[in-house]
């Protein structure tokens, strides 16, 4: 039987999958960002924390999300569960920055 923790099931299973591909990571430009962190609060299900597969959403005491670009897979997810609000920028890495995919 499996577990399901965060929406996902096996999260361990999963971050050991991540761990094996490579990051670079552009610190003058975050690719993504949360275009207004108050809008946040107005967001129910915030969809974002329970769908990103890599974890990068985080929900603060204060009702807001905070969002670390550093480990993202570049999927896409957070632009779309966000349909109601549209408060999240997305734009690819600049050249050379990203994920670079392991074994698939």
């Known amino acids: 039987m499996s577990v399901v923790i965060d929406g996902i099931k096996d999260r361990t299973g999963l971050e050991k999958k991540l761990s094996i591909n490579s990051y670079a990571v552009d610190s003058t430009r975050a690719h993504i960002r949360i275009i207004d962190h108050a809008v946040c609060l107005q967001c129910e299900r915030q969809q974002c924390i329970n769908c990103c597969p890599a974890a990068c959403y985080a929900p603060q005491p204060d009702g807001t999300v905070l969002f670390s670009y550093e480990g993202c897979v570049e ?26 995919y392991r074994f698939g």
């Open 75 to 100: 999927c896409g997810t957070c632009r779309i569960v966000c349909h109601e609000f549209e408060n999240i920028e997305w734009t690819y890495p600049n050249g050379g920055f990203g994920i670079q």
